[in-house]
């Protein structure tokens, strides 16, 4: 095997076998190996890996389990295993990667102390509370969860009373009654992938060469999913119980792919992109993340300007148009300016206190993208970004639902030289697709 275990050797090893049809003859000889020495986590890992490559997740669940309880490490080797998946392009081993150790962290068999590191919020509590009611209202959970939801409430109300920002730990003893369910995976809906993913009402090479011959590398297209993959998406978020990330303001809650924001259908619309546009992402910049947020009914603007850790990004809306009450916003406001290559993430990802002041001072120029169902915008990762002003219709099945893929690496986005200035493309605006064009011809 070879010491240190390497994450990316791993995967292209059963990458290999399972493309060569040796899958069970080598599951057979890392079993044997396994059964000789109990404690080879070496071969329990690439065991695990080659099931999964194998679509055989229920016989790997056990191997991670053990391995999560018997190694100093834990699955911190994990985030490696599924950044070479990614690297390597095998989306589906990535998807079953991000669902197994999603389970582990969040699933029926998880540590509730563990589970318990995310704090209480009011938004987060209200958020459950609607979907286990909406979940019972499809018949997915039973009716011993209108206990449950009760609980939620006690719970909630007694953060309310302090504010609605009030933050708390969880108490596995004083909050007995949600310790069981709270950040648990009790529902992931199963999502697989549909005939296509990408609606054919937009043109890839139109929107790749407005991407590739203007500054700053803004573009944004409608129908941008067939409506069978927009629907299903739709549904997945707001069935899935994966929305775990509350550190958010304003009530924002996030989902990344170790949460279980994964299924066959993200990862069919995250590798139908990158087939779709070779020139912009294709084998150059590879999947690094993709991440959900949903939000609602009303955030300030400007509240969230940052810049993104990647080469491209892909931001698109699903819930329906109807639960926007300002056609005008609600979308996306990208500024002509990138995040200095000499700044650290926690600083273009989060200090408003210097962003602000950067933009101001370079003249910066930016570009709304007002909110539509089924619009994505592409955009240069590294330009400074913020959502709208968002004033969504109260109710569960209204909150606005983002999704974001990210690929490639910020320091290597070679499609535009760095910027040194706010400088913008002569002409029609490179952010304006052609749907939109007609779209609007349409009204």
């Known amino acids: 095997m070879g010491t240190p275990w390497d994450a990316g050797s791993a995967v292209a090893r059963a990458r290999e076998a399972v493309g060569a049809g040796r899958a069970r003859d080598a599951a057979r000889d890392l079993g044997n190996a396994l059964r000789a020495g109990p404690e080879d986590r070496y071969a329990r890992r690439e065991l695990a890996l080659l099931l999964i490559a194998s679509g055989r997740r229920d016989e790997a669940l056990p191997l991670l389990r053990d391995e999560m309880r018997t190694g100093a490490d834990g699955l911190a080797w994990a985030p490696d295993v599924l950044k070479a998946a990614l690297e390597q392009g095998d989306f589906p081993l990535a998807e079953g990667c991000g669902s197994l150790f999603a389970q582990l962290r969040w699933g029926a068999f998880s540590d509730p102390a563990e589970r318990s590191a995310v704090p209480l919020s ?5 958020h459950d509370i609607d979907q286990m009611h909406y979940l019972q209202h499809l018949g997915v959970l039973g009716t011993e969860y209108s206990r449950v939801i009760d609980a939620y409430r006690t719970v909630r109300d007694r953060l309310a009373a302090r504010g609605p920002a009030a933050r708390e730990p969880l108490s596995l003893d004083a909050d007995l009654g949600i310790a069981d369910t709270y950040n648990r995976l ?3 809906r199963d999502t697989p992938r549909v005939a296509r993913a990408l609606s054919r009402r937009w043109d890839p090479a139109t929107v790749e060469e407005r991407y590739l011959s203007t500054a700053p590398g803004v573009v944004y297209v409608d129908d941008f999913l067939t409506a069978e993959a927009l629907g299903e998406l739709y549904r997945f978020c ?14 924002r809650l996030g989902a990344i792919m170790q949460d279980g924001f994964v299924c066959p259908l993200l990862m069919q619309i995250a590798e139908e992109l990158r087939d779709a546009l070779p020139r912009l992402i294709g084998d150059r910049y590879p999947l690094r993340q993709m991440w959900g947020f949903k939000c609602g009914p009303e955030v300030p603007a400007d509240v969230t300007t940052h810049a993104d850790f990647a080469a491209v990004n892909v931001n698109f809306w699903v819930t329906p148009d109807e639960a926007n009450t300002d056609e005008h916003s609600g979308g996306l406001v990208v500024h002509d300016i990138d995040a200095p290559l000499s700044w650290g ?4 990802n989060g200090r408003q206190d210097l962003i602000h002041p950067f933009l101001r001072c370079r003249r910066a120029r930016s570009m709304t993208i007002p909110y539509r169902q089924n619009r994505a915008v592409i955009f240069n990762s590294d330009l400074f970004h913020a959502s709208d002003a968002i004033r969504f219709r109260p109710g569960y099945e209204n909150l606005r639902i983002n999704v974001t893929m990210l690929y490639g690496d910020r320091e290597e986005e070679a499609h535009h030289p760095r910027l040194s200035g706010p400088e913008a493309a002569a002409g029609r605006p490179a952010w304006r697709s052609a749907a939109l064009t007609r779209a609007r011809a349409r009204r």
């Open 186 to 188: 009790l529902h992931v």
């Open 345 to 348: 993430f926690d600083t273009y």
């Open 238 to 251: 707001l069935e899935s119980t994966v929305w775990s990330g509350n550190r958010y303001a304003h009530g």
């Open 122 to 126: 009011v938004p987060k509590l209200q």
